[in-house]
């Protein structure tokens, strides 16, 4: 039986964005998979348009070598996602609410600290004997630049 939305979605989840393993991220695509952030301008350090799961592999590994953006990361149990099937049914969607947390003083941008942030994006997936065939990441570039 082949894998649920669901369990590809986590599976994409848990290589990319929990672990940040580019070898296991590129595992979830096709060989030829494409992974598109279409949003993102060119020359951004997080990469537009990649083709193929060795270019997803390489790529993904140098982002990810990169230092986290103000050492924050997601905070798992404040966000959420929600998952939308379609009349295709190698084509889903997810609606995802990312939080990162702040240091807890809720101040923001006056220097006394920092606020939690929510980011909300939308990914579609469009999938291939269980893997990822075409990702299309939407989200605001200036998140991870």
Known sequence: ???TPQQIFEGY???GTVSR???ALAETFTEDGVFEAPLMPDGAAFPRRLAGREEIRTAM???YARPVEGGRAPNFEKSGYVLHTTSDPDVFIAE???VFDGDGDGEGADGEGTADRA???VQIFRVRDGKIARLRDYFAPALVD
């Open 1 to 3: 039986m082949p894998p």
């Open 13 to 15: 989840l848990h290589a």
């Open 21 to 23: 393993d580019a070898d």
């Open 61 to 63: 590994a140098a982002y």
């Open 96 to 98: 995802i609410d990312t």
């Open 119 to 121: 980011v909300s994006l």
